[in-house]
């Protein structure tokens, strides 16, 4: 019933932004928490931002002030604004809604 897609990683260079997109359906969007994940080779699934109905954000210490996530309930999406990204970024990106639901995931590569 619910469904989130993740859009928009691809292979970049060290210092390059990125934006990403999840689209989401099936669920009442606006109430809920989304949040974005990522899981670097070899490494735990790990919280990099999250936004509740009303649009507070929070942010992973490495990101903030770099990263931005955003919300547009009218078009049940969810987006990561990532700038001057770094190598040690690389991972797989993944949208949740309320921890409970995970999208496909979308492969970030930061490299020279």
């Known amino acids: 019933q619910v469904h989130l897609v993740e859009s928009g990683g691809v292979l970049v260079q060290p210092g390059v932004s990125l934006i990403l997109s999840c689209d989401s359906s099936?669920?009442?969007?606006?109430?809920?928490?989304m949040g974005w994940y990522r899981q670097a080779p070899g490494k735990e699934r790990e919280l990099v931002a999250n936004?509740?109905?009303?649009?507070?954000?929070g942010y992973e210490d490495s990101v903030k002030g770099r990263f931005t996530i955003s919300r547009d309930n009218a078009k049940n999406t969810v987006y990561l604004q990532m700038n001057s990204l770094q190598p040690e970024e690389t991972a797989v990106y993944y949208c949740?809604?309320?921890?409970?639901?995970w999208g496909q995931g979308t492969q970030v590569t930061v490299s020279s």
């Open positions: 936004i509740t109905s009303r649009g507070n954000t």
């Open positions: 949740t809604l309320n921890d409970d639901y």
């Open positions: 099936g669920s009442i969007f606006s109430i809920y928490v």
